[in-house]
């Protein structure tokens, strides 16, 4: 029997305290990316806030400095520019001050040709996006989110107790707002295909919680002589190899699509190793001692065994 | 432990079923089948979203308070043709707002004669006058107006649909998004500019009388740079005579190839609009030039030939959305029913604007709203990368679970390749559109089915510590494992439910794939790996797990 870890028995829960400050500093990073968002200064892609982002593939060589030079001299200074090193990619992003009318994307375009002619390009994506849509995008998808927490709060308390369905609420909103902090951080554009990895990661996260919470459940039928602390201590030890394992594979998944799986996948999976690594430390070191913040909780668990 | 065999056949029956509807959405080999097989076989399969295999997406609208303006444009000149018609002297007719048609008269006795009129007229109502004597305000109904917006946007989707029929595109998709979007899809198209210059041309084709006498009195330049036309129009303005305008023509010089404008001085009314066409067909003109020739259908001819006949020796001018092809002189009364457009074009821009007189012109201009263009090498690049790089993590995996778990993983390394079996199955059967997002959801279900599978064995391990027989051991794990599994599953499931319920586009993508493959993870996990651990412990009496 091959094993990472044999039987342990680590005071996750006298650690709590550690755990709590450092998870605070995270979510206030988090909480502080969500104002900046709300308030339009965070990096949002154009996606939620409308605009044009084209991509083209050169030939030859091209440098970053020339093209931003050439574009500003052409009006369309307020681009963003991002290249992809080896194979002569350049990405261009107007945000929607400009709008759709003008055809920001064909006069892009029309500046390359023009300033580059002996430098070939084909247009990898373009796209555009008026601001109305940008506006219904993000609306729709706090929507999702609120109404999927609030079912899972209520699925969680039905099936244990209604402190666990808020500490594991609780968890995966750290999770999220944890990697969201450190994108808004990185300076990272928050497109839709992150909202997408950050949604991903709250489904693992809630994995790994639901997971532990229910050893926790088990033991407490179980041993009702101990206090709720060395239970919850109990379980967490008990359930950590698995929650290693799981999480050592799925990093093991993410690797690779973050290093390997081109452009459009890599903030993708850059921001689900982010958040398994956050998804499992929290499931350990925040969920469970939440749980110890309701100690006189009467605990229908208990009587019922 | 129950009897293996209903599980089997269950198992089997799920496997085949899935290998089944797959198979259309891997052509070269569904292609290669006899033709009777196809015949009894689903036939199609998973659709490549545009992110993976190059397209357009392009969410539109209508510009509908323009539709209406059109719209009371066209009454005012039949409300002056009308007039005219009566021998009723009128001073002019305008519109004075949106929706508002204003006429004023000289000789106040006219205006019963003029009021009577509305009855023809039964879209409009007559507002209050402010009291004048010499002048009638007209107001289109509020239901009118409706009306208009909403005819507005059923014909454009017909004219869309139309249109990109005649462009030829694999399969496209035009919808109806909410009141007033239109939503088309064109997956791997490889003109995208040509294409979407095709569906956004309003494509209005009008005939206007030029005004040659005035044209000389407002001593227009000849020829002007493309840059001038705004210049030109403003010194012109104080001087227009009323109901005239100054129209362009597009031209290039043959010895510079640079573009130039001509100006003409054109009559505002309108002779003959294009709806009155029954065919536009490319031909070849005497020097290998490209033109499109029209064909009327019954009422255009007759009015052609009555507006020819009346206007022999004068010139009159061919416009598309606002832009003059061609201005011919009539020279003498055509009665064939047929008219030509020569222009500067080149073959493919005179077989483009053949596919619009065709389809028809849209009822008024689209605004582009949403446009991603993919081209299709950044699909087949995101597809091949991501591919590739997917299938390294997953040898990784499997690696992993092989050396960690020996026997046991295998068997669970069988549960992954019959969940991503199914999953695919289960996306063919219903058709889905399957997007990078979509993927992503792939990916969470894989790395939830590798959990179910540790945790049954990390319970099996526990049983086995604790001294139990290896059967015992195996049942008391998946037992204890199964309800974590299901509610882990559970909450899972809700924010895919919500995520699909709430969520637009790529997001919905996500919900789809997650939400089946959490079932079929359930199903292998539980039923998948148990009925090969039965197995193995029917045949002969495992003294020792390799877990």
Not at chain 1, 231 to 245: D, E, K, P, W
């Amino acid at each position: 029997m091959l094993e990472i870890l044999g039987k342990t028995n680590i005071d996750f829960m006298g650690k709590r305290r550690w755990a709590f400050l450092f998870s605070g500093i995270m979510v206030m990073l988090g909480l502080a990316a969500v104002v900046q968002i709300s308030r339009g200064a965070a990096n949002l892609g154009i996606d939620f806030v409308g605009g044009t982002a084209v991509q083209l593939k050169f030939e030859q060589v091209i440098r970053i400095d020339e093209a931003r030079k050439i574009l500003e001299a052409n009006g369309l200074g307020n681009a963003e520019l991002q290249e992809f090193g080896q194979e002569n990619k350049l990405l261009i992003r107007l945000k929607a001050s400009t709008t759709i009318e003008e055809k920001v994307a064909e006069r892009v375009v029309a500046v390359f040709t023009k300033e580059f002619p002996s430098n070939h390009f084909v247009v990898d994506s373009s796209t555009e996006i008026g601001p109305t849509i940008g506006k219904k995008l993000q609306e729709d998808a706090l929507i999702a989110i609120l109404i999927s927490f609030v079912g899972i709060i209520l699925y969680v308390a039905g099936r244990f107790e209604f402190r666990f369905g808020i500490a594991a609420a609780l968890a995966t909103f750290h999770d999220v707002l944890a990697v969201l902090g450190a994108f808004y951080l990185l300076e990272k554009e928050i497109t839709l295909l992150v909202v997408t990895a950050l949604l991903t990661l709250a489904g693992y996260s809630m994995t790994d919680t639901v997971v532990v919470f229910d050893r926790i459940r088990e033991n407490l039928r179980m041993r009702r002589r101990d206090s709720e602390e060395t239970i919850i201590n109990n379980a967490v030890n008990q359930v950590l190899s698995r929650t290693i394992v799981t999480s050592l594979t799925v990093v093991l998944v993410l690797i690779p699509l973050t290093l390997a799986g081109g452009e459009v996948l890599h903030d993708f999976s850059l921001a689900l190793l982010w958040g398994v690594i956050f998804g499992t430390y929290s499931s350990i070191f925040v969920a469970s001692p939440l749980l110890l913040l309701w100690p006189k909780a009467s605990g229908r668990l208990l009587k019922r065994s | 432990m129950k009897k293996v065999g209903g599980r089997l056949i269950v198992l089997t029956l799920v496997v085949v079923l899935s290998v089944i509807f797959f198979i259309p959405s891997y052509q070269p080999f569904y292609q290669a089948l006899p033709a009777w097989l196809k015949a009894v076989m689903p036939n199609k399969g998973i659709t490549l979203g545009l992110d993976l295999q190059g397209g357009i997406h392009l969410v539109m609208e209508v510009d509908e308070d323009r539709a209406v303006e059109i719209a009371v444009d066209r009454s005012v000149v039949s409300l002056q043709d009308l007039l005219v018609d009566k021998k009723i002297p009128v001073e002019s007719v305008t519109r004075t707002g949106p929706t508002q048609v204003t006429m004023q008269f000289q000789n106040a006795e006219l205006k019963a004669q003029i009021q009577k009129m509305i009855e023809d007229y039964p879209a409009f109502l007559e507002t209050e006058s402010a009291g004048s004597a010499n002048m009638l305000v007209w107001e289109l109904r509020e239901l009118e107006i409706k009306r208009i917006k909403d005819s507005a946007i059923n014909q454009a989707l017909e004219t869309i649909r139309n249109r990109i029929d005649q462009f030829g595109v694999a399969e496209p998709m035009v919808q109806r998004q909410g009141l007033k979007q239109i939503v088309v899809q064109l997956p791997g198209v490889k003109e995208p500019k040509r294409a979407k210059d095709l569906i956004k041309e309003t494509a209005l084709l009008e005939f206007k009388l030029l005004d040659e006498d005035n044209q000389v009195k407002l001593d227009l330049p000849a020829r002007i740079p493309k840059e001038k036309e705004a210049e030109v129009l403003r010194q012109a303005e104080a001087k227009l005579p009323v109901g005239d305008q100054i129209l362009f023509e597009r031209a290039v010089d043959k010895d510079t190839g640079r573009e130039y404008r001509i100006p003409y001085l054109v009559k505002k009314r309108v002779m003959l609009t294009g709806d009155v066409l029954s065919d536009a067909r490319v031909s070849i003109g005497q020097f290998n030039d490209p033109y499109v020739s029209i064909t009327f259908d019954a009422k255009g001819g007759r009015e052609f030939d009555r507006i020819t006949g009346d206007n022999v020796r004068k010139r009159m001018a061919v416009v598309l959305d606002n832009t003059i092809y061609s201005a011919p002189m009539i020279q003498e009364r055509i009665t064939g029913g047929r008219a030509q457009i020569t222009g500067t074009f080149s073959m493919q821009e005179a077989s483009d604007l053949a596919i619009v007189l065709r389809a028809g012109a849209l009822p008024a201009p689209l605004k582009i709203i949403q446009d991603l263009t993919v081209g299709p090498s950044l699909g087949k690049d995101s597809i091949d990368k991501g591919v590739q790089a997917t299938l390294f993590a997953g040898a990784l995996v499997v690696l992993f679970m092989m050396v960690y778990y020996r026997t046991s993983g295998v068997i669970a390394d069988f549960a992954l390749a019959l969940n991503l079996l199914c999953l695919m199955g289960a996306l063919s059967a219903l058709n889905a559109t399957l997007t990078l997002p979509g993927i992503a959801g792939i990916v969470l279900t894989i790395g939830m089915g590798v959990d179910s599978n540790v945790l049954i064995f990390e319970r099996i391990r526990e049983e086995l510590r604790g001294g139990k027989a290896v059967r015992l051991a195996v049942d008391g794990g998946y037992a204890k494992a199964l309800l974590t599994i299901v509610d882990s599953h559970v909450t899972t499931l809700i924010t895919g439910v919500a995520l699909f319920l709430f969520g637009t586009g790529p997001i919905k993508g996500f919900a789809v794939t997650l939400c089946l493959g959490i079932g079929i993870n359930l199903f292998t996990a539980l039923v998948g790996t148990k009925v090969i651990f039965d197995l193995m412990n029917q045949r002969h009496k495992v003294e020792q797990l390799s877990i």
